[in-house]
Structure formats: structure tokens, C-alpha cells
């Protein structure tokens, strides 16, 4: 095996010039494949969720990162390409937004994470002039509720009976170690990591200690597993998720309804 | 899906200003602030509305059926009560 065929993306990153288009595209795949593919975990609860409301909602949150991804990933080339027919390792989220929906807690825990950090990430692209500020700014107000639901159901699971409790505790623990990840440079994105993190730490620290739960501890990242999603590397749940998301596609290539 | 211990809650949405809210379904929620939110993913994603109330069920006094004819039916062979026997006068406008 040679070494180009072991790892053909990041052969092809490292010699691709460094064109302000690139960068560009590079940014756009980031922002889009983490909205593509939290969508697609938050599509696998349709039918699933613990109750008809929530299954709406969840489904609701879904279609907006959907939206949000069709956007960022046209930015980048041909969505449904993008979308579809692309390998692991050539996709560019992070590896918060992969982790399995576990139990109800598991994607609640994911959801404050993760749409903590996107608020504060568009919130500052939006006030920006670069290519992002303009779907940043639209976005923001989407972004706001699915934070918004994931704080309320934080507070009620934490703060409910000993069961919910622990199972939060367990989840947000759990999920922890994804999300240094987050604050980590993004090329083509203008912001500062260590003042997002601050912000973020800030915002979800307020959130878990109003729901009685503890802020984990333990590294944000490291390990040899997590933290280099941005660089297309991936964890074991991410291939079969992928699978599903594009078996259809690639078994019907340009069906339609 | 079980919903069987959380209340149920009465919808209602104003569709736009100046319009009275209007009565839009019901829905299962633990707390008043979720079902406020379920309310808003439920009955308003597509634009339908400007405000939301919500009301639990059990707070509604409802007509009952069985009262269905000394409430309603004598109002109904009286068309006099209906304001259609005016004559609407030539130049007036906005009626």
C-alpha cells in the first residue's frame, strides 16, 4: 500500500496552494459538516424520541442544522457531492457532533455543548465582514432556540429525580472530553480560541450549576481518540452513521422523488 | 411514547397583530416554559404566528354536550338577533 492511497485527503490537502478560495472552502466544509452531520444524528430520533413533543422538536433542530449545511457545504462545491460521495476521512466536523444519541441525557448534553459553542462562534462571524457573516447572522436566531431547548431540558433532567440526575451527570461527563476540539483554530475562520472557550465555559458552567450538576472535569481533549475531527480523523460510530446517511445515494446515484 | 403523566395544555396562536389569538390544538408538556416551547415547534414553524398562550386542559370549563339545547337551540330560530335588517346607507365606507 502505498502511502498516497493510505491517506489520499490529507495527501491532497498538504499540496493543494493555499488560495484565499481554499481557505475559504475549508472554513465552509468545517461549519458545514457539523451542521450535516448533528442533522443526521437528531434525524436518527424521529420515531424514537421519548415523547411525540420532543420528537418534533428534535426533528425541528434537525432540519434547521440541515438548512444551515446545504448553505455552508454550497459554499464549498456541490452539496449533495459533498454530502454524499465523499470517504471519512474527507469529512471536517467535529467529533462532538458524531458521538452516538446514547440515551435521552447523551443528546441533550451534546446539544448544550455544541449549540453553546455555535451561538458564540456566530454570534462573532455575524458581527465580522467576512463570507460567513451573513449566514452567521441568520443562523444565530435558529441557533439561539436549539440552545435555548437544550439548557431547559439540562435544567429539568439534572434538577428532576435521581435517576434523570445521574444520567445527565453521566453524559455530560461523558461528552467532555469532545470538546476542546471546539475551540481549536479553524483556518479561514476569524476568532479567538481561548476567548470562545472562556465564553463558553462560562455560559455552560452557569447552565450545569443551576441544574445542581457538577462541571467535569478532566481534559477538553487529548486521548489518543478525541480531537482532530477538523483534520478528518474520526471515531469508530462516525463510519456506520455514514454509511446510513449515504447508502442510498450511492446505490441510487441521482434518484429523485 | 409515554405522555401519560405529563398534563395536557391547550394552544392558542395569534397569527398576526391585531387579530384575537385562536385556538390552535393541544399538547402534552411537563411544565408550562416546555410547553410553551412545544407550542412554538408544533403549531408555528411555518410562520403562523406572532404570540402563543398556552392554558392547561384541566383549567378549561367547557359546555357540555348534554346542554346542548337549552344553551344553543333557542337562539337559533331568531335571525332578528342577527344585525341584517339595516339598511346600509349610501357612502359609507370600511363596513
Excluded at chain 1, 98 to 106: I, V
Excluded at chain 1, 183 to 200: M, T
Amino acid at each position: 500500500m502505498t502511502e498516497t492511497t493510505r491517506t489520499p485527503q490529507a495527501t491532497v490537502a498538504a499540496k493543494a496552494p493555499r488560495t484565499r478560495e481554499s481557505v475559504h472552502h475549508a472554513a465552509a466544509l468545517a461549519l458545514g459538516d457539523d451542521a450535516l452531520v448533528l442533522s443526521h444524528r437528531l434525524g436518527e430520533w424521529a420515531g424514537h424520541a421519548p415523547v411525540l413533543e420532543e420528537d418534533v422538536a428534535l426533528a425541528n433542530i434537525a432540519l434547521d442544522l440541515l438548512g444551515q449545511a446545504r448553505v455552508l457545504l454550497s459554499m464549498a462545491g456541490d452539496e449533495d457531492e459533498l454530502a454524499y460521495l465523499r470517504e471519512e476521512r474527507a469529512f471536517r466536523n467535529l467529533q462532538l457532533v458524531e458521538q452516538p444519541n446514547g440515551d435521552f441525557a447523551h443528546t441533550i448534553a451534546r446539544q448544550l455543548y455544541f449549540s453553546t459553542y455555535q451561538r458564540l462562534l456566530y454570534a462573532h462571524l455575524a458581527t465580522g465582514d467576512g463570507e460567513f457573516a451573513g449566514l452567521a447572522a441568520k443562523a444565530v436566531k435558529e441557533v439561539s432556540y436549539h440552545q435555548d431547548h437544550a439548557e431547559q431540558w439540562t435544567l429539568r433532567l439534572g434538577d428532576g429525580t435521581d435517576v434523570s440526575h445521574e444520567r445527565m451527570r453521566r453524559a455530560c461527563q461523558a461528552l467532555w472530553r469532545f470538546t476542546g476540539e471546539m475551540f481549536q483554530p479553524v483556518e479561514g475562520l476569524d476568532f479567538d480560541g481561548e476567548e470562545l472557550r472562556a465564553a463558553w465555559l462560562e455560559s455552560v458552567s452557569a447552565v450545569l450549576r443551576r441544574a445542581t450538576l457538577d462541571v467535569p472535569e478532566g481534559p477538553q481533549s487529548g486521548g489518543w481518540s478525541a480531537g482532530a475531527g477538523r483534520q478528518g480523523l474520526h471515531t469508530e460510530s462516525f463510519g456506520r452513521m455514514l454509511a446510513e446517511m449515504q447508502h442510498l445515494h450511492r446505490s441510487h446515484p441521482g434518484a429523485s422523488w | 411514547m409515554t405522555t401519560s403523566d405529563w398534563p395536557l395544555w391547550e394552544v392558542f396562536v395569534r397569527s398576526r397583530r391585531g387579530l384575537s389569538h385562536t385556538h390552535a390544538g393541544s399538547l402534552h408538556a411537563p411544565d408550562a416554559e416546555l410547553a410553551l416551547r412545544n407550542a412554538r415547534d408544533l403549531y408555528t414553524r411555518r410562520g403562523e404566528g406572532v404570540s402563543i398562550w398556552v392554558v392547561p386542559s384541566a383549567a378549561v370549563t367547557a359546555s357540555s354536550p348534554d346542554e346542548k339545547d337549552p344553551f344553543f337551540e333557542p337562539a337559533a330560530d331568531k335571525p332578528y338577533r342577527h344585525p341584517t335588517f339595516y339598511e346600509i346607507p349610501e357612502g359609507v365606507k370600511h363596513l
